[in-house]
């Protein structure tokens, strides 16, 4: 995937053969990754549409 646009996610199977996704970067960083696996392509499918919804979800500062 050299030439892989980024950002991008990418799905893939673990060794259960569960579907997850990593999230990279525009500078090629692996910076987030589902937190589970998912039976179903199209539930780790939907786990990225949920995400790429919570854009406005507020920020809260712990210990602050």
Known sequence: MANAPAPRYELYKDKKGEWRW????????KIAMS???YKAK???L???????SS???PVHEVGA
């Open 35 to 37: 937190s589970e696996g």
């Open 22 to 29: 990593t999230y990279i970067a525009r500078n090629g960083l």
């Open 42 to 44: 199209a539930d780790c």
């Open 46 to 52: 939907h786990s990225i549409d949920l995400l790429k």
């Open 55 to 57: 854009k406005d979800v």
